[in-house]
C-alpha cells in the first residue's frame, strides 16, 4: 500500500533495515553456520513478541471492526499459533526468558494499544495507525528477508535445518498475508483520519517515528543475541545482502550543466558520488562555460525537462530531488508541477526536496531571470525539505541589502522560512568584512553557515576555516548536492549539513594549490578522499 511503502522506503529506514541485515546472528544464518539452537533461542523472543502483537490487535479490535478490518485480530491468531507449532515440532516450546531488549519493544506497543482512544473509541483511526506502523517492521523485514531466499539457499542450509524452517515460515502466503492486511488497515485508518480533518502530513510524521522507532527495536534484539556461533574468515563479509535486492540511496538532480565540470551536474554527480548516493539527472540548461567565466547560456525546451525527470522517477524512483540551476520562470513551475503530479500523497510526503537557488555567477551571469525569482518563492520553498541560499541569494529573495552580521544572517533565515521550507540554510562565504561592535561578525579566519529550523524557529551555528584558494567554483552545487546524497542515505537535516561541510571543506582544502584553469575561479578536486592531485 502507498503509506506501507513509503515508510518502507524512507531513508532512515533503509538504512536501517541495511544494519538489521548485517547484525552477527543473520550473518551467521546466510553463511550457514547458525545452530539449530541458537535460531530456536531467537524464534522464541519472536514468539513472545508476536503473542505481544496478538494482544495489542485484541485490544483494536473495536476500532478494526468500525473501519471493517474484522479480521485482522483472527489473522494475528493464526500467525501466531503457527509459530508456536514451529517451535513445537522442534520439541523447543518452553518457558524462555525476555530479553531486555524485546521487553522494551513489546512494552511500546502495549503502551500504544493500551492508550485511552484505542480502548474506548471505537472511532480512533489515528491511534489504530500508529499501532499498525509500530507492527508493519517485524512483518516487512522477514518478508523481504523470506523472499530473498533461494533453492540453493535451502539446499545449503538444509532441508530440516530450522533455519530453513524458519525462512519458509516467513515466506509463507500466510505471513505475507498478513503483513499486506496490516498495510491495508494502515491505508484505510489514514484514509478515514484525513477525511474526519487530521492533518495528512503531520500523520505520516508520527507513524514515521512510530515505524522507525519499531525498526530500532528489531535490530536491539539482534544484537542481543550471545548465543551466535563465530563466523568463519572466509564467511566474514557474507550476509543477506548476497540475497536481498537493496536499493541505494538515490538523488535526481534537476539542474543545468557545466561545460567546464567545476559546478551544475557535473559537481552534484561528483558529490553524490563520493557520498555513496546513485545520481539521476534531468538537465535544465547548457551552458559554456569555464574558469573565466559563463560563455553562453541553452535553455532546455520544458517538455523535455519533465520528460527526463518522468522518465527517472518512472523507473528508478528517487529519495531525495535536488534543484540547481532552472534558468527561467517556465522551468521552475515545470519543475514544480512534475514533482506534485508524480507522486501518489503518501510518495509526496516521503521525498524529499534540496532547493539550490542558483541565480547568478561568480563572474556575474545571471542564471536566473528575474521574474523567475518570484516562482522559486512560490513553487519550490513550500514544498523544499531545505533551501542553501548563499548571501547574494538570499539578498535578492528577499529584496533586502548587505547581510554583514550573524546575527543578521539568522533574521534572514528566519525570514526565509517563512516562506514554506522546513530548514534553510544561509550561507555565509560571501559575509561582508564589515565588523560592528557588540556583535558576533564572521572575519577573513572564519566561515559561519546558519541553519534555521522553519518548524521550532531555533538556529544553529557550524564554522570552520577559511581557505585561501581561487579554486572554489561549485561550492554551492557541491554543498547542497552533499547534503542530498546524506539525507538520501538516511541522515538528519543537521547531520546531513555538519557532515556535507566536512567534504567540501575537505576538497577546498585539498584543492589549493591546483593548477587548473587561467581565469579567477577554478575548480575544485571532489575526488580528494581517493586520489590527491
Keep these: ?46 514468539w513472545l513478541l508476536l503473542n505481544a502483537m496478538k494482544c495489542a490487535a485484541e485490544t483494536a479490535k473495536g476500532c478494526a471492526e468500525a473501519i471493517g478490518a474484522a479480521h485482522f485480530v483472527s489473522s494475528f491468531h493464526e500467525v501466531c499459533e503457527a509459530w508456536k507449532q514451529q517451535l513445537e515440532d522442534a520439541d523447543a516450546f518452553r518457558p524462555v526468558q525476555c530479553l531486555s531488549s524485546m521487553n522494551r519493544y513489546m512494552g511500546r506497543l502495549n503502551k500504544i494499544a493500551g492508550s485511552a482512544d484505542l480502548q474506548h473509541n471505537t472511532d480512533s483511526c489515528s491511534a489504530l495507525a500508529q499501532l499498525c506502523a509500530a507492527l508493519l517492521p517485524c512483518f516487512h523485514l522477514r518478508c523481504w528477508l523470506g523472499a530473498a531466499v533461494t533453492e540453493e539457499t535451502v539446499e545449503e542450509l538444509g532441508a530440516n535445518s530450522q533455519s530453513t524452517k524458519w525462512l519458509k515460515s516467513i515466506a509463507s502466503p500466510m505471513f505475507t498475508a498478513v503483513a499486506r492486511e496490516v498495510g491495508l488497515l494502515l491505508e484505510a485508518c489514514i484514509q478515514r483520519a484525513e477525511s474526519g480533518g487530521t492533518a495528512p502530513n503531520a500523520l505520516r510524521t508520527l507513524l514515521a517515528g512510530t515505524y522507525t522507532a519499531s525498526l530500532q527495536d528489531e535490530i536491539e534484539v539482534l544484537r542481543q543475541h550471545t548465543l551466535v556461533e563465530a563466523v568463519p574468515e572466509e564467511h566474514r563479509c557474507k550476509s543477506f545482502f548476497c540475497f536481498a535486492r537493496t536499493v541505494p540511496p538515490r538523488v535526481l538532480i534537476v539542474a543545468g550543466s557545466d561545460s567546464g565540470g567545476g559546478a551544475g551536474i557535473q559537481a552534484d554527480i561528483k558529490s553524490c558520488t563520493m557520498l555513496g548516493a546513485f545520481s539521476t539527472t534531468a538537465i535544465t540548461a547548457l551552458t559554456a562555460q569555464n574558469s573565466v567565466g559563463v560563455k553562453a547560456i541553452f535553455p532546455v525546451p520544458i517538455d523535455f525537462v519533465q520528460q527526463q525527470m518522468r522518465s527517472v522517477l518512472d523507473d528508478f524512483g528517487t529519495d531525495v530531488v535536488k534543484t540547481g540551476m532552472l534558468a527561467t520562470a517556465e522551468i521552475v513551475g515545470a519543475v514544480a508541477a512534475a514533482l506534485r503530479a508524480d507522486a501518489s500523497p503518501a510518495e509526496q510526503w516521503r521525498r524529499i526536496l534540496v532547493v539550490d537557488p542558483v541565480m547568478v555567477s561568480t563572474s556575474g551571469h545571471v542564471l536566473l531571470e528575474r521574474d523567475a525569482i518570484e516562482s522559486v518563492k512560490s513553487k519550490l520553498f513550500p514544498l523544499a525539505s531545505i533551501v542553501t541560499p548563499n548571501l547574494p541569494e538570499a539578498q535578492l529573495l528577499l529584496g533586502c541589502g548587505n547581510i554583514t552580521t550573524v546575527e543578521a544572517m539568522e533574521s534572514v533565515a528566519k525570514d526565509l522560512a517563512a516562506m514554506g521550507p522546513k530548514w534553510v540554510l544561509v550561507k555565509g562565504g560571501h559575509m561582508s568584512q564589515a565588523r560592528e561592535e557588540g556583535s558576533t561578525v564572521a572575519d577573513d579566519a572564519v566561515i559561519t553557515d546558519v541553519l534555521c529550523n522553519g518548524q521550532s524557529g531555533e538556529f544553529l551555528r557550524f564554522t570552520s576555516p577559511r581557505i585561501q584558494t581561487s579554486h572554489t567554483h561549485g561550492t554551492g552545487c557541491s554543498l547542497a548536492s552533499s547534503i542530498a546524497a546524506l539525507l538520501a542515505a538516511g541522515h538528519t537535516v543537521p547531520e546531513a549539513v555538519h557532515l556535507a561541510r566536512d567534504y567540501v571543506g575537505g576538497a577546498i582544502v585539498a584543492s589549493a594549490h591546483l593548477k587548473l584553469g587561467s581565469g579567477p575561479q577554478g575548480p575544485m578536486n571532489h575526488s580528494w578522499k581517493l586520489v590527491e592531485w
Design 1 to 46: 500500500t502507498q503509506t506501507a511503502v513509503s515508510l518502507w522506503q524512507l531513508p532512515c529506514c533503509r538504512r536501517l533495515t541495511r544494519e538489521w541485515l548485517s547484525q552477527p546472528l543473520l550473518r551467521a544464518l546466510a553463511a550457514c553456520v547458525l545452530s539449530d539452537k541458537a535460531l530456536v533461542d531467537y524464534v522464541q523472543q519472536e
